[in-house]
C-alpha cells in the first residue's frame, strides 16, 4: 500500500514539476524578442534518462549599441531538476564581446548598466552582462556576473570591443554617450 502511495505521490510532484516547468517556458517564451539566439549546445556528462549537462553557447546584440554582439557560454543542468526547470545553475559564465558593423549608439547610457538579464535558478540567481566606457581608449567594456538576493558570485568575465572605423564611417566616441 506504501509503495502506491510513494507512487503517486512521484507521479503527482513529476507532473506538478512538468507544469511548472511549462509554466516558466511560456512565461519565457514570450519575451522570445529579448532572448539570446542560440549557436549550439555541446554535452558534458551523460545521462541515461534524463538530459545531459550541457555548455551553451548564445548570442545577443547590444540592445542600445549598434554593431556590436556578444557571445556567451553558460552551462546547463540535465538530469531530473534540469528538465524539470528547477536546477541553479553554476556561476561559470565565459563572455566575449566584438564589433561587427559600424557602431552607432541609439541612446545614452550609465556606466555599468544592464545590457542583458537571464534567470540561472528558479527564484534568486540571475546572470546579469552590463555595459560600460572606457573614454580614455574609446573602448567598450562588458562585464558577466551572477547574483543572489542573500549573496553574489566572484566569478565573472570581461570583454572588451574597441570602437573602430568600419566602412568609411568615423568611430563615434563612447564618452559623448555617457550619461553623466
Not at 106 to 127: L, T
Not at 147 to 166: A, F, H, Q, R, Y
Request: glycine share 10%; hydrophobic share 40%.
Amino acid at each position: 500500500m506504501t509503495t502506491r502511495l510513494a507512487g503517486a505521490a512521484f507521479v503527482t510532484l513529476l507532473a506538478l514539476g512538468l507544469g511548472l516547468g511549462l509554466g516558466l517556458g511560456l512565461a519565457s517564451g514570450a519575451q522570445a524578442e529579448d532572448e539570446p539566439d542560440l549557436i549550439f549546445k555541446k554535452s558534458t556528462v551523460w545521462k541515461l534518462l534524463t538530459p545531459d549537462h550541457k555548455l551553451a553557447t548564445y548570442a545577443i546584440d547590444d540592445p542600445i549599441v549598434q554593431g556590436v554582439a556578444c557571445h556567451f557560454t553558460v552551462p546547463e543542468k540535465g538530469g531530473v531538476s534540469g528538465w524539470l526547470g528547477v536546477a541553479e545553475e553554476v556561476s561559470d559564465v565565459s563572455l566575449a564581446c566584438r564589433q561587427v558593423g559600424p557602431v552607432s549608439f541609439k541612446e545614452k547610457f550609465e556606466q555599468g548598466e544592464e545590457m542583458f538579464r537571464q534567470r540561472r535558478s528558479f527564484m534568486f540567481k540571475k546572470m546579469r552582462i552590463v555595459r560600460g566606457c572606457d573614454a580614455k581608449r574609446n573602448v567598450l567594456v562588458y562585464l558577466v556576473y551572477s547574483d543572489k538576493i542573500i549573496e553574489g558570485s566572484p566569478k565573472n568575465s570581461t570583454s572588451t570591443v574597441p570602437i573602430m572605423p568600419w566602412g568609411g564611417a568615423e568611430a563615434p566616441a563612447c564618452a559623448d554617450w555617457l550619461d553623466e
